[in-house]
């Protein structure tokens, strides 16, 4: 498929690039500033402001994708990660790793927003479940690799290798891009569900209630992500893990998704995606409360690649329904509304999960799985009606044109 539109495998190696050398950081980035003297609720204070500025920032960044172009957006957030990433090694204080957290995070919420609005202008509906499963493959790429060299790197050279290795790895992406991305403007397709013309004088309506389940999906996987900015690799630490491991739990995570994220693109374009986005979040929130009792590094390990593995199946099925439900001329925007919730959300974890952590696991990962579980279970049951709306709407583009979002509705059209 990536020779089939370069302007993908542009964005799939780009992606590849940079998040393995902002993942390089993660297992050093919390031990870092717990050797600078900065307590656990300091470090779960810095945290947030990464978030609050994704937060903040991600609908401006979204819009400004929309009129500005996604270029702009991908190159500039990248050089901005290759001047904090140098400026971390001098911070002193959660005051000054705080405000380059910040800024990190406002970088942050002009790339995925921007990169994923990329893909729905580059790609036919009908393919795009399998271009978002390879842009996640190369996301988790780098998150396999990353975490891995960072480790290495930290107990080679000292902490101050994985930020160099950030710096560079963003400065090498960001100039291929500006180099040899093209277009990047909003892009109509036939077969969208929401076939708005880019640019028609007329108001475009937002499908909230299609997009309602996008939102409330948030609510688990963005208190999820605050747990593991925060407190994963002090809790490994803390069993015993050092650098080492800590880098090689994430490579662990990543391997399933690098392996089965194209396949589980190609699910999403076929079968229901509400059910592969409940099946493996109740699979996920299961683990995380079995986290709460266990104790033995390696059984972590082993739940980290299954995880993984559910997240392979159902971040695709998320993405494809997100393609199908918002409307072209307002991609970026709407993507930004919806990171923007989840970034709150890992917000409010950031702020709780250091602070219940150092109370009792147990209360935490219990917590977790139950956020996870219900959020998926309310947002899947929303998406059912939707997903036969469109697919009935789908159908009928098969009958007029010929062509559809899933390639089964051409024999049910038929």
């Known amino acids: 498929m990536l020779w ?38 300091e470090i779960s204070l810095v945290t947030s402001a990464y978030m609050a500025a994704n937060f903040l920032f991600q609908v401006p960044a979204g819009w400004a994708s929309d009129r500005l172009g996604r ?21 002193h204080g959660s005051w000054g790793f705080g405000l380059l957290r910040f800024i990190d995070g406002i970088a942050a919420a002009a790339n995925m927003p921007a990169a994923r609005a990329y893909i729905m202008d580059t790609v036919p509906a009908a393919r795009r479940g399998q271009a978002f499963g390879l842009l996640g493959a190369a996301f988790n790429g780098g998150l396999m690799f990353g975490p891995a060299i960072g480790g290495f790197l930290g107990s080679a050279t000292g902490m101050a290798g994985p930020f160099w290795f950030g710096a560079i790895t963003s400065l090498v992406a960001g100039g291929w891009l500006a180099i040899k991305m093209q277009g990047g403007k909003p892009v109509q397709h036939g077969t969208d569900s929401a076939a708005i013309p880019v640019g028609a004088p007329v108001a475009i309506r937002i499908p909230w209630r299609a997009i309602a389940p996008l939102f409330v999906s948030t609510i688990g996987w963005g208190f999820v992500g605050g747990f ?34 194209p396949w589980g693109g190609r699910l999403a374009d076929r079968y229901s995606r509400p059910l592969l986005i ?13 986290y709460g009792f266990i104790t033995s590094i390696p059984i972590i390990l082993a739940l980290g690649v299954v995880e993984g593995a559910m997240i392979a199946i159902l971040d695709p099925a998320s ?46 990962f219990t917590l977790l799985a139950g956020l996870h579980a219900v959020s998926a279970g309310i947002a899947s049951s929303l998406m059912w009606p939707q997903e036969r709306r469109l697919r009935a709407q789908q159908a009928a583009a098969v009958a007029a044109k010929g062509e559809g979002t899933i390639p089964a509705l051409k024999a049910e059209a038929a």
């Open 228 to 261: 593991f900015s925060v407190v994963w690799n002090i809790w490994i630490h803390d069993l015993g893990g050092d650098l080492n491991v800590i880098g090689f739990s994430y490579t662990l995570f990543a391997l399933p998704m690098v392996l089965l994220g």
């Open 278 to 290: 409940l099946i493996p979040s109740l699979v996920a929130a299961a683990i995380y409360f079995a």
């Open 4 to 41: 089939e539109y370069p302007q993908l495998a542009l964005i799939v190696g780009g992606v590849f690039v940079v998040f393995l050398g902002l993942t390089s950081i993660w297992p050093v980035f919390t031990l870092y500033m717990q050797g600078e003297g900065i307590g656990l609720t």
């Open 71 to 91: 270029k702009p957006l991908l190159v500039g957030g990248l050089l901005v990660h290759v001047v904090t990433s140098l400026l971390y090694l001098g911070a």
């Open 319 to 364: 993405a494809s329904y997100m393609a199908d439900v918002l409307p072209p001329a307002l991609r970026g925007r709407l993507q930004g509304v919806i990171s923007t919730t989840n970034t709150g959300m890992g917000f409010v974890g950031t702020l709780i999960c250091g602070p219940l952590y150092t109370i009792g696991p147990i209360y935490l």
